[in-house]
């Protein structure tokens, strides 16, 4: 009876401690997102404010070099802008700027990764994105790929500059990680 009883209570402490774990697990994951969310307003706000005081060509010119780190968190390759004119091509890429500048998204997946066509709809994404940005801004969530073409949750805030309605700047955080899902099919192996 007793050794029943201390059983059941070092399982009923066990179960605690485990419960515990992941409630601290889901505050951690919602304060890294409330984070990453903060850092793409303030990235976002700082490009539509730069574009009014300093011009758009200045600025596109600064997000597209990769050694300026005047619109990216500094402590995080994934912390970068974004811009697109509404027909969807690419004006300006802080991470990737030789493989999206003066492209469509749809051109870059079909360019790089032609598996995806069907799977992945670049002027989907950029229709989700006018219109979040044409009615105010706000966040928009939409599946995004890694350069291998692995598919991925992203949330990105989107906004279009006072004096430019013809296109829109964004920044995002990724919602599920690349390591966390599936890599897109093989063709060789289906
Ligand atoms: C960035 O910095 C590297 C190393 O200093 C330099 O070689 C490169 O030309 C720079 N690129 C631009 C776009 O300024
Ligand atoms: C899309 O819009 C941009 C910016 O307004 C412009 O430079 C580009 O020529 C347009 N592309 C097409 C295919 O219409």
């Known amino acids: 009876m007793l050794t029943m009883m201390k059983l059941s209570g070092s ?24 984070q ?10 700082s490009t539509l404010k730069a574009i009014e005081t300093d011009g758009l060509d200045v600025v596109l010119g600064q997000i597209n070099n990769l050694n300026n780190t005047r619109f990216r968190d500094t402590e995080d390759v994934n912390g970068y802008v974004v811009a697109f004119a509404n027909n969807g091509t690419c004006l300006a890429h802080g991470q990737r700027p030789g493989d999206f500048v003066g492209r469509t ?25 006018v219109e979040k940005a044409q009615a105010g801004g706000g966040w928009v969530t939409y599946n995004w790929i890694t350069p291998t073409g692995v598919v991925y949750e992203k949330n990105s805030l989107v906004k279009q500059p006072k004096d430019y309605k013809d296109m829109y700047v964004l920044s995002g955080y990724d919602v599920t990680t690349p390591e966390d899902v599936a890599p897109a099919p093989d063709p060789k192996e289906e």
């Open 11 to 34: 399982v009923l402490v066990m179960m605690v401690v485990v419960m515990l774990q992941q409630a601290l697990d889901v505050v951690d994951a919602t304060s890294h997102q409330m």
């Open 36 to 45: 990453k969310r903060a850092i793409a307003e303030l990235l976002v706000d």
């Open 105 to 129: 998204t749809e051109d870059v997946i079909l360019a790089k990764i032609p598996e995806l066509k069907d799977k992945l709809d670049g002027w989907k994404i950029n229709t989700l994105m």
